[in-house]
């Protein structure tokens, strides 16, 4: 699994998960800088990440897929797939 190309993120993920993320942010070396921000839905978190090397793609790859986190994109907020962030 590679990244395809840098990223701004946000990551919505569930409040009962955030002690999940801490320990894979650490576990993959703090990859990357992490602004934690309630989300507007209740019992979600939004996590803004800049995704630019590639232990910060693999932190981002494993909340997507152990977590079920969502991501969108900060800029436009459209959502991302798995498949449109990362090559296989």
Do not use: H
Request: with cysteine; aromatic share 12%.
């Amino acid at each position: 699994m590679i990244y395809r190309e840098p990223k701004d993120l946000i990551i919505q993920v569930e409040d009962s998960y955030l002690g999940q993320v801490q320990y894979y942010w650490t576990q993959y070396g703090k990859p990357c800088k992490l602004l934690q921000m309630g989300a507007n839905t209740e019992r979600l978190t939004a996590i803004l990440v800049k995704m630019n090397n590639a232990d910060a793609g693999s932190f981002v790859y494993m909340l997507c897929e152990r977590l079920n986190a969502r991501m969108y994109e900060q800029g436009t907020k459209k959502p991302l797939t798995v498949e449109d962030v990362f090559l296989f």
